[in-house]
């Protein structure tokens, strides 16, 4: 069974940091497209980044200037690191290979005071 397994989320203050982090079964998908999605209750999945095999990035006007995608191809892992948290950044986030098709299992990340 495919796995793309999350980590890193978590209940922080507004205005903090997280870094998720998605490691991947095989190298040959680490350098594919990969993407960050989120999800809030009653909500469908919203698109969050996207990196593909030559290194360009999409960031949603959302998040642009506060949240970075990359990857790390040693570690199969790709990775979404979010500054400047915001009470709507509060979601699930799951990654996903976009060119495989197979999704994590999502982790939760809350910004509250």
């Known amino acids: 069974q495919v796995r793309l397994v999350e980590s890193g989320g978590g209940l922080v203050q507004p205005g903090e940091s997280l870094r998720l982090a998605c490691i991947v079964p095989?190298?040959?998908?680490?350098?594919?497209?990969m993407a960050w999605y989120r999800q809030t209750r009653g909500e469908q999945r919203q698109l969050v980044a996207t990196?593909?095999?030559?290194?360009?990035?999409y960031h949603t006007d959302a998040v642009k200037g506060r949240f970075t995608i990359s990857r790390d191809i040693p570690k199969r892992t790709v990775y979404l690191q979010m500054n400047s948290l915001k009470s709507e950044d509060t979601a699930v986030y799951y990654c996903?290979?976009?060119?495989?098709?197979?999704w994590g299992q999502g982790t939760q990340v809350t910004v509250s005071s």
């Open positions: 996903k290979s976009d060119t495989y098709g197979f």
């Open positions: 990196l593909d095999g030559e290194d360009r990035t």
């Open positions: 095989d190298i040959i998908w680490i350098t594919s497209t």
